[in-house]
């Protein structure tokens, strides 16, 4: 499986080859460990439970969406910070606004659902790929 690369400067925004500017809206609102809390919270809240491969698939794609949203208030419920779940997203969370590699199914993805349910929005898009339960869409 080969995956993308979301690459950032030290001080500049995160952005994956060839799309400069992922998140200025974040980078404007939210300092880098504040964006990393909030993706692995939402991660969390979500997403708990899920294969790793998987998890970093959809925190791609949010941080993707990050771009055309900003980030939004911190998910529900709060974890506890022993929580092994939040341990891995928080892991996970740091190492994609890293520009570690991420799985092809979210290469230019920008929204995904689970395969169980099948949203209005996806009936007109061709999904980019598929990981575990999930269907991505660019």
Not at 28 to 54: C, D, F, I, K, Q
Not at 90 to 104: D, Q
């Amino acid at each position: 499986m080969s995956a993308r690369v979301l690459s950032c400067a030290s001080a500049g925004p995160l952005h994956p080859a060839g799309r400069p500017g992922l998140i200025p809206h974040a980078e404007r609102t939210a300092s880098r460990e504040e964006l990393a809390e909030w993706l692995a919270r939402r991660l969390y809240a979500r997403h708990r439970g899920e294969p790793v491969r998987v998890l970093e698939a959809l925190a791609a794609v949010l941080v993707a969406r990050l771009h055309q949203e900003g980030p939004p208030p911190a998910p529900r419920p709060e974890p506890s910070s022993l929580d092994r779940h939040l341990a891995v997203c928080r892991r996970i969370a740091r190492r994609v606004l890293a520009g570690a590699p991420v799985p092809e199914a979210a290469a230019d993805a920008t929204r995904y659902h689970h395969a169980d349910v099948q949203p209005a929005w996806a009936r007109a898009r061709m999904p980019s790929g598929t990981l575990g339960d999930f269907i991505f869409y660019p």
